[in-house]
Each structure stands twice: as structure tokens, then as C-alpha cells.
T-cell receptor
Framework: SQKIEQNSEALNIQEGKTATLTCNYTNYSPAYLQWYRQDPGRGPVFLLLIRENEKEKRKERLKVTFDTTLKQSLFHITASQPADSATYLCALLNDYKLSFGAGTTVTVRA | GAGVSQSPSNKVTEKGKDVELRCDPISGHTALYWYRQSLGQGLEFLIYFQGNSAPDKSGLPSDRFSAERTGGSVSTLTIQRTQQEDSAVYLC?????????????FGPGTRLTVT
């Protein structure tokens, strides 16, 4: 069966450190992988997209890697800030359909 | 510009009643999606519209669930004879066009509680 697993239920880190989130998938061959941020009581907000033929993508303090051999994506938040505290969702895209992981909640302590 | 809006933001209903949830996508977005998010769970795909037609209804949990879209804009998700397991946040998203890695823009969701 198809599965998308995101690491640990919660990640607590000190401000200024790098948060690293993992997304592993099985029985998918996604053309694209996306990361979203979700704050409590709100809908997800798109952050980054990476294509299957790309290894790494960066946007400001965010970095995403995509290894289709390992079937894994890593999501890094560098120089983390308390405002980065949220749940981060990994999503696999084939054509139009997004399949989401359950998310990892990140808390950045000041 | 205006984002995706959903109404109502909260809905409490009794088991067995019908409910209608509304989504107003971003103007000009041709693709529209409905998802369901249960407590502590990931988002579950329900249905996808391209224009007014729904090529993929595979995620609808049962025949109590239906959705329509009119004028290529507003969409309504209807749940008939609600059950307690229908309690969840229902999220709508829109996208400029399908495929090609397009990001989806989500509304704030409707929190449905079936008592």
C-alpha cells in the first residue's frame, strides 16, 4: 500500500539552530514533491516544490532535498526563529492529486 | 487579492442531518479540490474539479458525500445523513491549472462537528 511517513510527531529546537524534517514514501512515483506549512486553525500554505529530477531546492532559510532512489525528502529550516513554529506537511504530487503526510510539528524555543 | 474562502467556519450538526459546505476559490483558478483533515491525521483527498466537471471523485468516503461546482467558481460539498465519523475539518483548495507541479492555495477550512 502507499505510505507517506514524516519523522517524529514533534520537533523542539533552540532558536538559531537548524531543524531537519524527514519525509519517506513507499509505492509512489511522484513527479513533484511539495512542502506546506500549517498553523493551528488555518489551511496549509505552500512553501516549496521540488521536481523528481532535482536534487536540492532553496528558498531563503529553507532547503529541500529529494532522493528518488531512497524515496526520501529532507526539509531544513536554517537559523530557526520562534515564528517558524508550525506543522510542516510533505505532499507528493502526481498530475493533479496531492497525497499528504501527517505532518511534523516544529516548536522553536527563544 | 482575495484568497480561498470557505463557509461556515464552524458547523455543529446532529447525527442524521444534512450539511452543505461552501468554497469560493481564487478568481480565475480552474482547478478546485476538497480535502478532509481529521484530528492528528494528514489531509485526505476527497474530490477534484477541473472547471465544472469532476474527473476524480475517488476520495469521497461514501455515497452520502457529493459535491458540485457551478460557473467554474463556487463549489458546494454536501454530506447527507451525517455520522459522527464525519467530524473533521474540511479544506478546499484551488489552483491556476492542473498538473505541472502547481501549488494549491487552501482556504481556512470548515470545522464540522457531528453530535
Amino acid at each position: 500500500s502507499q505510505k507517506i511517513e514524516q519523522n517524529s510527531e514533534a520537533l523542539n529546537i533552540q532558536e538559531g539552530k537548524t531543524a531537519t524534517l524527514t519525509c519517506n514514501y513507499t509505492n509512489y512515483s511522484p513527479a513533484y514533491l511539495q512542502w506546506y506549512r500549517q498553523d493551528p486553525g488555518r489551511g496549509p500554505v505552500f512553501l516549496l516544490l521540488i521536481r523528481e529530477n532535482e536534487k536540492e531546492k532553496r528558498k531563503e532559510r529553507l532547503k529541500v532535498t529529494f532522493d528518488t532512489t531512497l524515496k526520501q525528502s529532507l526539509f531544513h529550516i536554517t537559523a530557526s526563529q520562534p515564528a517558524d513554529s508550525a506543522t510542516y506537511l510533505c505532499a507528493l504530487l502526481n498530475d493533479y492529486k496531492l497525497s499528504f503526510g501527517a505532518g511534523t510539528t516544529v516548536t522553536v524555543r527563544a | 487579492g482575495a484568497g480561498v474562502s470557505q463557509s461556515p467556519s464552524n458547523k455543529v450538526t446532529e447525527k442524521g442531518k444534512d450539511v452543505e459546505l461552501r468554497c469560493d476559490p481564487i478568481s480565475g483558478h480552474t482547478a478546485l479540490y476538497w480535502y478532509r483533515q481529521s484530528l492528528g491525521q494528514g489531509l485526505e483527498f476527497l474530490i477534484y474539479f477541473q472547471g465544472n466537471s469532476a474527473p476524480d471523485k475517488s476520495g469521497l468516503p461514501s455515497d452520502r458525500f457529493s459535491a458540485e461546482r457551478t460557473g467554474g467558481s463556487v463549489s458546494t460539498l454536501t454530506i447527507q445523513r451525517t455520522q459522527q465519523e464525519d467530524s473533521a475539518v474540511y479544506l478546499c483548495a484551488s489552483s491556476p491549472q492542473t498538473g505541472k507541479g502547481r501549488e494549491q492555495y487552501f482556504g481556512p477550512g470548515t470545522r464540522l462537528t457531528v453530535t
